[in-house]
């Protein structure tokens, strides 16, 4: 299975709702990100996790927060948000190697709308 | 850090015709790879060809090869008989020793009859 899959495809909620992204992939990857993507724009990382660990955080606002529960699962959980987070919101995998890192593969994203 | 540039945000092509995507980056490793990403319409990240830079030879994925240039620093993009599904934003995209992607700011690529 060489798939990253994301749930839910859209998401629109309000500025006090909670809600989390998913995202899940079976390929044996160890490494695991969160990526916001703006129109037009390269995706922006926000976590990296490695080994089920948040090895990396690109000073994302608290309202966002990631959740590693085993090595196939990511989430992040969304609360508060505001309507400039309104974005696509894509997942990715790898391995992780002596080398560092290898290329990524990435799901189909989640396209959030903050109202 | 790390820089990956993209100069040309928008090419067009004729279908069955051939293009080069630029992209030049900026790096004091020695070990790194390199990436060109399709991203269609409907949005998914799709790895299109990587590179090692520690390999001299440029790879190759069908009908799409690269150009890779270490002392300069330049990985082009070359698209061989462009078909209308070739149509995407393609990104650039580097990573090292960190755990990270350094994406350029991407090619918009239309491809016409």
């Known amino acids: 299975d060489t798939e990253v899959t994301q749930t839910p495809k859209h998401l629109v909620m309000g500025m006090t709702n909670k809600k989390s992204l998913k995202c899940e992939q079976h390929?044996?990857?160890?490494?695991m990100y969160w990526y916001k993507q703006k129109a037009k724009k390269p995706p922006e990382l926000m976590f990296v996790?490695?080994?089920?660990?948040?090895?990396i955080n690109e000073s994302v606002p608290s309202r966002f927060s990631p959740e590693c529960p085993n090595s196939s699962l990511l989430n992040l959980h969304l609360h508060a948000l505001q309507p400039e987070d309104s974005a696509l919101y894509l997942c990715?995998?790898?391995?992780?190697?002596?080398?560092?890192?290898?290329?990524?593969?990435f799901g189909p994203g989640t396209r959030l709308t903050v109202l | 850090a790390q820089t990956v540039t993209q100069s040309q945000p928008e090419m067009s092509v004729q279908e069955a015709e051939t293009v080069t995507l630029s992209c030049t980056y900026d790096?004091?490793?020695?070990?790194?790879?390199l990436f060109w990403y399709k991203q269609p319409p409907s949005r998914q990240m799709i790895l299109v060809i990587r590179?090692?830079?520690?390999?001299?030879q440029n790879a190759t994925e069908n009908r799409f090869s690269v150009n890779f240039q270490k002392a300069a620093k330049s990985f082009s993009l070359k698209i061989s008989d462009s078909q209308l599904g070739d149509a995407a934003m393609y990104f650039c995209?580097?990573?090292?020793?960190?755990?990270?992607?350094?994406f350029g700011t991407g090619t918009r690529l239309q491809v016409t009859l």
């Open positions: 790096t004091s490793e020695s070990d790194y790879y």
């Open positions: 990715a995998s790898s391995q992780v190697s002596g080398r560092g890192y290898n290329e990524q593969f």
């Open positions: 995209a580097y990573t090292g020793t960190a755990s990270k992607l350094t």
């Open positions: 590179q090692e830079a520690y390999k001299q």
């Open positions: 390929m044996g990857h160890r490494a």
């Open positions: 996790y490695s080994y089920e660990k948040l090895s």
